[in-house]
């Protein structure tokens, strides 16, 4: 799998949109972007994921770059809930994913 | 979305037992599963792919005779911690991703809720 690089903290105030960048600049063609966030003590929750094309669904946006070496993913309203660690991962195969340190996300009233 | 269960949820144990941990996948087939290691505030660590009718495949480092798996069946993976050690204390994660035929497509992975278990 690439490897990608988040930074390791962000916030955002509630009710805002939370843009949350990666950087996987050696992803090969075949390779998926995909998007984990890990609320404390509990498993990796699924949010999106995308090849090529722009995502959306009813958690996220998932803003894919044209050469494929970068994407942002959006909570366009961000409530407290969202809290937690999210992951950025590129592979082939979902299940098997390596993660890295991930950013944490913190949402402030 | 799809689901899969783990159990138990929380399990503490002697030093020298051994551990089992259950992986069900609710309402799909997976004929690959997958088991992670997470330290405290640590990422998730891959430790072997769980293939249901065959042995598992385990990553570097990742020693096979304490760490027993099994997939009996295409809904369970079984995960078995032998004679555990406080330093076995972690929180444990198993996924599955896709149906029965289809597990190697990018689908979206589902995950356990997780295994915290405590060796003492």
């Known amino acids: 799998d690439a490897k990608t690089t988040q930074p390791p903290s962000m916030d955002c105030a509630e009710g805002r949109a939370a843009n949350l960048p990666c950087n996987h600049s050696?992803?090969?063609?075949?390779?998926?972007v995909y998007w984990y966030r890990q609320i404390h003590s509990q498993g990796p929750q699924y949010i999106i994921h995308?090849?090529?094309n722009n995502e959306t669904n009813e958690m996220a946006s998932l803003i894919i770059t044209e050469d494929r070496k970068s994407s942002t993913l959006i909570l366009p309203h961000a409530t407290l809930r969202d809290t937690a660690v999210y992951y950025c991962?590129?592979?082939?195969?979902?299940?098997?994913?390596?993660f890295g340190d991930g950013t944490t996300l913190t949402v402030k009233p | 979305g799809a689901v899969v269960s783990q159990h138990p949820s929380r399990v503490i144990c002697k030093s020298g037992t051994s551990v089992k941990i259950e992986c069900r996948s609710l309402?799909?087939?997976?004929?690959?599963m997958f088991w992670y290691r997470q330290f405290p505030k640590k990422s998730l660590m891959l430790m072997a792919t769980?293939?249901?009718?065959?042995?598992?495949?385990?990553e570097q480092g990742v020693e096979k005779d304490k760490f027993l798996i099994n997939h009996a069946s295409l809904t369970l993976s079984t995960l078995t911690v032998t004679s555990a050690h406080p330093e076995d204390s972690s929180f444990y994660i198993c996924?599955?991703?896709?149906?029965?035929?289809?597990?190697?497509?990018?689908?979206?992975?589902?995950f356990g809720q997780g295994t915290r278990l405590t060796v003492v």
């Open positions: 996924s599955a991703s896709g149906d029965g035929l289809r597990s190697n497509l990018n689908t979206e992975a589902f």
């Open positions: 769980s293939n249901e009718g065959s042995k598992a495949t385990y």
């Open positions: 991962i590129v592979t082939t195969n979902a299940g098997k994913s390596t």
């Open positions: 995308g090849l090529k």
């Open positions: 050696t992803i090969s063609g075949n390779e998926y």
């Open positions: 309402d799909f087939q997976a004929t690959t």
